[in-house]
């Protein structure tokens, strides 16, 4: 477990340019705020973060906590080195189908159940907070709220949902900017930014042209 002094942390800022601003903000009662928690709605410190972790009562984001089963992330759990995990070979067309599949299974199963998408993006990180998290944003805060409070009594892919309103609302400013050019990101799957890692374009456009249909013709 890292050191919970933030004070020098090297996840204040990234390669390009993903600014933790405004590190000193402070609630009513001059406590300071976690400023990654609010950002991208995870910390790796967690429970024992020395900042406050800000819980919204009400959003338009969702986050499923470690809901896609990461290969990279579990791999690097085995051989208990998160660390040399970029240095490992897999097979990257299978891990593309895999989200494909979970992609088009939760985007389908979240809009007809609960409310119009406009975003959703799962992380590829190998750090603990981060791995597996899939990110959705509804359009309307009620139907977030409505997903909220009932996919936690749900399971998914054999396992049961835990999911919380997130404070991330931005997610071109959460997500790591360098991962996927030509260098890659300098630190690795451990980045505290979002690492996506995105379905197929065309699928995105279908999944988005028939959720269109659907509530034009509601």
């Not at 470690?66 to 970029?86: A, F, H, M, R, V």
């Amino acid at each position: 477990m890292s050191s919970t002094n933030h004070k020098n942390d090297s996840d204040i800022t990234n390669d390009n340019d993903n600014d933790i601003t405004n590190d000193n903000a402070v609630n009513e009662n001059g406590r300071q705020i976690c400023q990654f928690y609010s950002k991208m709605g995870a910390c790796r410190h967690g429970d024992i973060c020395i900042r406050i972790h800000l819980k919204p009562k009400q959003s338009k984001v969702i986050c499923f906590n470690k809901l896609y089963d990461n290969p990279k992330y579990i791999k690097g759990l085995k051989k208990n080195n998160l660390e040399q995990i970029k240095e490992e070979k897999y097979d990257e067309d299978k891990i593309q189908n895999e989200i494909n599949t979970i992609y088009k299974d939760l985007f389908v199963e979240l809009s007809l159940s609960y409310g119009y998408i406009k975003k959703l993006i799962i992380c590829e990180n190998v750090n603990n907070h981060l791995s597996g998290n899939v990110y959705v944003m509804f359009k309307n805060e009620s139907d977030a709220f409505k997903c909220f409070k009932s996919c936690n009594d749900r399971w998914f892919n054999n396992k049961p949902i835990f999911c919380e309103l997130s404070m991330c609302q931005d997610f071109n400013d959460a997500n790591c900017r360098s991962y996927n050019s030509p260098e890659g990101c300098s630190r690795g799957g451990l980045c505290n930014f979002h690492h996506i890692r995105s379905p197929d374009h065309k699928l995105i456009e279908e999944l988005n042209k028939s959720q269109n249909l659907y509530y034009d013709n509601m």
